[in-house]
């Protein structure tokens, strides 16, 4: 027995009592109705009972987290005031739990009277007691192993809705599965892909509105068609799908938005790369407007000339599309990034604010997309109000706030010639969160300046044809040969940064401005605390003043963070909390060349904690060693040839996980480091999925036995290489085997 099913028995009392007296109370027995109406009047916000109506007086219950960004509006702003610049020296561990896992954790908690529900790697949904750090449930939606494949970005979950006495998970398979919040048993799930022959995840938290559960996917590299599902929270029912981007011409238009996007597609076989689109992550209700935002991902593939050559704007690409969040019918929507050619998804999120513009009140939406312009859009009508840069941004000059459109750099164009872009496909900013604090007029941001060479794929430049083949990323862009790329044009990389700023999105200036020295950093809080909290790739869980961007206050985790902080009040005592560790959509985010820094969790381990603080807390978490990283030595038995050879494929296939050239970023296996017992079974691992449960999945569909040789013939003779330089017996490590 716990503490939550007591508190649930209790809710069941109030809720059936409370249903009585406001819908119907001519049959409730007088004696029910009497107690009820008792408890009505002094009705105590009671656990799991998080309604539309609590979420949207969110504001009379500081203390807790009811929904993905706080609050409807989405702004991680918090009124708490406890821990303040003036306390904040006091700020201590209160308790920590280890996650049991070295996977990337990106979830924000919802927190609810006394309980925290959250998810961990591979869709775990935990209710623990926020106070005393109890487990209450877990559940397991058993994520086979091998969909790890599928995933661009990791094994990774940004959280659940909690929503009239149910939790609401997207499992990374794709399936919607609505928990019972008081036992975390399943009630139903649904199974929200339209084609299980493409490789769609979910990683996204789902959100809650009018009775309805609304949720996206990912995919977009794999090459999959976006749309956001809309079902009815007590049944599973299917009640809207919204597409973003047109379907096989040959077929009639699934609704009339479509045949509007369709126009704006021209030549190509777009439908057969699935166009791309996908919303994986930023949807928001507007309880103003009845409106929910969806943010919607890039194209696929990414270069345009194959998506759509004959031009056009390719809608509703990297957009924020406005729906009737009862029909999914489209109100508006707002382009930010037409013909996307860089993965400049819009996905990112979306905050919601009430704020003077111009002299006159506006509702605002609020977006810092990947593409490095901060838009502040009218609510009502999606009418472009601000996009000023709040990064460096090469790709374009500037937003024409005439026609609303971005101006394109020509010289940026790589159609012919690789180029290094800003940003690059992580984004100036990527789905960590930032936050919003209108009273202050700025919003925080963890943004970076982290470029990629973007270069058109040989296989495309030598036959003009690109294939949609399946199970592979489908971009149009180079990876086989980026590393060579990347040592050809050393010498013109912009080198990657990443910074926290306060950011006032009207003028377009920074209030200030913090350099970190990684740029892979977590999500923000702000408090009325006075300060802003973000762990960062170093490790290092900070406390900015959030007028000058001092540093007040520092925690050593020892791991690389991602996910935001979130801040609730249980019995008069404000806490802090986060969940630790690294990975996620770090694409080819391995060992970092000087001068990035290297980050904690590839100095220790990457460890999935759950940390709790408050003022006075004396807890402390183990010291870890630093990680034993020397490498074997390795016989190199293989032609110059076979090594190149294998270099192209491990670019295209395994790098987005193993890391480029062969170095990972911590939390997935370093392959320099194999055992020799490993090595001996590399293609039973490789092409049979030896290792499937752990995510390492069988590649046989796409690599054969002599690309299995050859990607081990590299991997082998990157460890070298990096064994001798570290041995000092080389100058410079070898990284490359491929020639012009
Ligand atoms: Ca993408």
């Not at 990683?203 to 999959?224: L, Q, Y």
């Not at 507007?286 to 919607?296: A, E, K, M, Q, S």
Request: proline letters at 5%; one cysteine or more.
């Amino acid at each position: 027995m716990n503490r939550l099913i007591a508190l649930v028995g209790v809710l069941a009392v109030v809720i059936l009592g409370y249903m009585a007296v406001t819908n119907d109370t001519e049959d409730a027995n007088p004696q029910d109705q009497a107690q009820v109406s008792g408890a009505a009047s002094t009705i105590e916000p009671t656990l799991g009972f998080i309604d539309d109506e609590r979420i949207k007086n969110a504001a009379a219950e500081p203390g807790n987290w009811l929904s993905f960004g706080r609050t409807y509006e989405e702004q991680r702003h918090s009124p708490l005031t406890q821990i303040n610049r003036e306390s904040i020296s006091d700020l201590g561990l209160a308790w920590y739990k280890d996650m049991g896992t070295n996977r990337a954790q990106e979830a924000t908690p919802i927190v609810v009277d006394g309980i925290m529900f959250f998810t961990s790697s591979w869709s775990r949904v935990y209710a623990i007691d926020a106070k005393s750090g109890e487990e209450l449930w877990m559940f397991d939606p058993e994520v086979p192993g091998e969909v790890a494949r599928k995933a661009c970005c990791d094994v990774v979950n940004r959280g659940v809705a909690v929503y009239k006495g149910r939790v609401y998970v997207g499992s990374l398979d794709g399936r919607l599965i609505a928990l019972d919040a008081a036992t975390g048993k399943e009630v139903w799930e649904v199974d929200t892909i339209i084609d299980r022959t493409r490789f769609y995840t979910v990683t996204g938290a789902p959100r809650v509105a009018n009775g309805k559960v609304f949720i996206g996917n990912g995919g977009a590299e794999f090459g999959v068609r976006g749309y956001v599902t809309a079902y009815d929270a007590e049944t599973g029912e299917q009640m809207w799908r919204f597409y973003t981007v047109p379907g096989d011409p040959s077929l009639p238009f699934e609704h009339p938005e479509m045949e509007v996007a369709a126009k704006t597609w021209k030549g190509g076989n777009w439908w057969e790369f699935g166009g791309g689109g996908t919303v994986w992550n930023s949807i928001v209700y507007d309880p103003d407007f009845n409106n929910l935002y969806i943010g919607v991902g890039n194209g696929s593939p990414w270069t345009r000339i194959i998506r759509s050559p004959g031009g056009g704007d390719n809608l509703f690409l990297s957009s924020i599309v406005a729906l009737d969040a009862d029909t999914g019918k489209m109100k508006w929507y707002y382009q930010t990034t037409p013909g996307d050619n860089w993965d400049y998804t819009a996905v990112q999120d979306i905050a919601l604010a009430d704020m003077e513009v111009d002299g006159e009140m506006r509702k605002v939406l609020l977006q810092a997309p990947k593409n490095g312009f901060f838009y502040v859009l009218d609510r009502r009508d999606g009418k472009l109000l601000r996009a000023h840069p709040y990064a460096t941004v090469t790709w374009a000059s500037h937003v024409d706030m005439e026609t609303g459109r971005p101006v394109e750099n020509p010289d940026m164009d790589y159609t012919e010639k690789a180029k290094w872009v800003l940003p690059g496909p992580l984004g100036a900013h990527n789905w960590q969160a930032m936050s919003v604090d209108v009273d202050s007029g700025v919003v925080y941001i963890p943004a970076q300046d982290n470029p990629l060479i973007y270069g058109v794929s040989e296989q495309l430049k030598k036959t003009g044809v690109l294939k949609h083949e399946p199970g592979r990323w489908n971009t149009g862009i180079e990876f086989g040969r980026v590393t060579k790329m990347f040592i050809d044009n050393i010498a013109e990389q912009p080198t990657p940064k990443g910074y926290l700023k306060a950011f006032d999105p009207l003028t377009g200036k920074d209030k200030w401005s913090v350099e970190i020295p990684h740029y892979w950093n977590g999500g923000v809080l702000s408090s009325a605390g006075g300060l802003v909290f973000q762990g960062d790739a170093l490790g290092m869980l900070k406390a900015y003043d959030k007028d000058t961007g001092e540093v007040v206050w520092e925690f050593n985790t020892y791991t690389s963070m991602l996910a935001p902080p979130v801040t609730f009040e249980i019995d008069g005592v404000q806490y802090l909390s986060i969940l630790t560790g690294s990975g996620g959509g770090d694409l080819f985010g391995g060992e970092p060349l000087p001068p990035v820094a290297e980050h904690a969790s590839l100095t220790y381990n990457n460890y999935g904690r759950l940390l709790v603080f408050s003022l006075g807390g004396k807890e402390t978490i183990p010291v870890p060693t630093v990680r034993d990283r020397s490498i074997p030595p390795q016989v190199v038995n293989a032609s110059v040839e076979d090594i190149a050879a294998g270099e192209i494929v491990y670019n295209e296939v395994c790098a987005v996980c193993h890391g480029l050239a062969v170095r990972s970023g911590g939390s997935i296996p370093d392959l320099r480091r194999m055992s020799e017992g490993s090595h001996q079974i590399f293609n039973q691992i490789v092409l049979e999925g030896l290792l499937s449960a752990n995510g390492m999945a069988a590649f046989d569909d796409i690599i054969s036995e002599k690309d299995s040789n050859q990607i081990h013939a590299y991997v082998r003779a990157r460890a070298e290489q990096d064994r001798l330089y570290a041995a000092g017996e080389v100058e410079l490590p070898q990284l490359t085997w491929l020639s012009d």
